[in-house]
T-cell receptor, first 116, second 115 residues
Framework: AQSVAQPEDQVNVAEGNPLTVKCTYS??????LFWYVQYPNRGLQFLLK??????LVKGSYGFEAEFNKSQTSFHLKKPSALVSDSALYFC??????????????FGRGTSLIVHP | NAGVTQTPKFRVLKTGQSMTLLCAQD?????MYWYRQDPGMGLRLIHY???????AKGEVPDGYNVSRLKKQNFLLGLESAAPSQTSVYFC??????????????FGPGTRLTVL
């Protein structure tokens, strides 16, 4: 079975400060990990993913995420937050091992609010 | 290239009425999905399809039916709408190519209210 947890319903950060949105996962084997962003009244947009290799993954809009296998985490980060980054962020996981689900599991989402 | 489109964008139903939501994708993706999004619940998978003519149940399939007669279309039906089905519905599609870990592409959503 696979699962993902986003422990924070909301993250508040001041514009210009670094931001972190947390995600932890559980899979039987090795994971594919994804981050998506949802702006108000819009569908989800893909930000970045981890497949294999380099633990630091860079994505759209200056976001990056760090895969940590020992802590089973995939936290989303950005060095300097913008007000326009305010949105709902979803982490997702898919077990890539043989016999694993082909369907990703999503976290409940974290609302990021960047204050001017 | 329109990506994933959904029809309609908004709909209000009375309890017991039926309707069909249409999802279309022009990326030749094998996989298609229907989710519902409710406050505090995140995204919940209703049904999905791994190819033309195939469908499977997700996490919350009760009260919904689906069909995938053409590869590019995935229909979600509500036979007898209930207020508990008031939600925002999202369609998504993706390839499934190992070991690329293909991401999903989402439509803009359908906001459904059942009175």
């Amino acid at each position: 079975a696979q699962s993902v947890a986003q422990p924070e319903d909301q993250v508040n950060v001041a514009e210009g400060n670094p931001l972190t949105v947390k995600c932890t996962y559980s899979v039987s084997g090795n994971p594919y990990l994804f981050w998506y962003v949802q702006y108000p009244n819009r569908g989800l947009q893909f930000l970045l993913k981890y497949i294999t290799g380099d633990n630091l993954v860079k994505g759209s809009y200056g976001f990056e995420a760090e895969f940590n296998k020992s802590q089973t985490s995939f936290h989303l980060k950005k060095p300097s937050a913008l007000v326009s980054d305010s949105a709902l962020y979803f982490c997702a996981v898919r077990d890539r091992s043989w016999g694993g689900s082909y369907i990703p599991t999503f976290g409940r989402g974290t609302s990021l609010i960047v204050h001017p | 290239n329109a990506g994933v489109t959904q029809t309609p964008k908004f709909r209000v139903l009375k309890t017991g009425q039926s309707m069909t939501l249409l999802c279309a994708q022009d990326m030749n993706h094998e996989y298609m999905y229907w989710y519902r999004q409710d406050p505090g619940m995140g995204l919940r998978l209703i049904h999905y399809s791994v190819g033309e003519g195939t469908t499977a149940k997700g996490e919350v399939p009760d009260g919904y039916n689906v069909s995938r007669l053409k590869k590019q279309n995935f229909l979600l039906g509500l036979e007898s709408a209930a207020p508990s089905q008031t939600s925002v519905y999202f369609c998504a599609s993706s390839y499934l190519r190992e070991p690329f870990g293909d991401e999903q592409f989402f439509g803009p959503g359908t906001r459904l209210t059942v009175l």
